[in-house]
């Protein structure tokens, strides 16, 4: 889910530390699930889960910052210099690529 933010646009995250592989899965239960092969350890694995959510995003890493869920696996990204429209968009097509059209979470809420 989007959520508008005075700094930027906040988006939900699930983040899945200790995968076998760093990569978006698509959407689950209105967050973007994103997995990592860090261990949740010392921040490692947020700071792997940001590296991927800007890459996947065509954002660079100073646009994204942990803002809630530092410890538990449902996060919020705020994310800086992306209107929510565009925002909205690549997330659209970034799960159009997986194959998994469930983007409705992301549409229209703002």
């Known amino acids: 889910m989007l959520t508008l933010h005075p ?3 906040l988006l939900d995250v699930k983040a899945q530390p200790g995968s076998k592989r760093d990569e978006v899965r698509g959407i689950q239960d209105g967050a973007l699930k994103i997995c990592v092969t860090q261990v949740p350890e010392k921040g490692k694995a947020n700071k792997e ?3 991927q959510l800007a890459k996947s995003l065509c954002l660079r890493v100073s646009q994204v ?3 809630c869920g530092e410890t538990v696996s ?3 990204f705020l994310v800086r210099g992306v ?6 968009t690549r997330i659209a097509e970034l799960s159009e690529k997986l194959g998994r059209a469930d983007t409705n979470a992301f549409r229209g809420r703002r």
Do not use: A, H, N
């Open 7 to 9: 700094e930027g646009v």
């Open 49 to 51: 889960i940001r590296k």
């Open 65 to 67: 910052e942990l803002v």
């Open 74 to 76: 449902l996060k919020k």
């Open 83 to 88: 209107d929510p429209e565009t925002l909205r």
